[in-house]
């Protein structure tokens, strides 16, 4: 089985009882195709670069399994088909190491990035 994550960006509006309910079904149909859920990440509203759908927020939500082919068609199928879906990508992870590691949000990758240049440069004159 080949490892994906799926980022699904849900209709801000939408309660934290039907997001659950959503993210129970997503888990449930990769229990039903002999796939494996790893872990599953809520990391709140957050503003769109653009307006998706004519919405400017969305409800992030990131999820990391183990699965095959039809497993990825009917994931498709169901965030494809619900409208509270603004947007949604899967991507497959070459690297199960990486699937172990936690995601982080955006803005702490930022910060863990820039806090290591600057532990770089401390010390002047070297290269």
């Known amino acids: 089985m080949r490892g994906y994550e799926t980022c699904v960006i849900i209709h801000p509006d939408m309660s934290e009882e039907n997001i659950e309910a959503l993210l129970n079904k997503l888990g449930e149909s990769i229990s039903n195709f002999k796939g494996t859920a790893l872990k599953t990440e809520k990391w709140g509203k957050k503003k769109l ?23 990825l ?5 169901i965030l494809k088909f619900n409208e509270n879906v603004l947007r ?3 991507v497959r992870i070459e690297n199960s190491a ?11 990758q ?7 240049n600057v532990q770089e440069s401390d010390t002047p004159g070297e290269e």
């Open 98 to 108: 990486s699937l172990a590691s936690p995601a982080q949000p955006p803005e702490q």
């Open 110 to 116: 930022i910060e863990e990035h820039t806090s290591s």
């Open 73 to 77: 068609n009917e994931i498709n199928h």
């Open 88 to 90: 949604f990508q899967t």
């Open 49 to 71: 670069l653009y307006p998706i759908k004519k919405q400017h927020r969305g409800n992030y939500c990131i999820l990391s399994y183990l699965g095959n082919e039809p497993l």
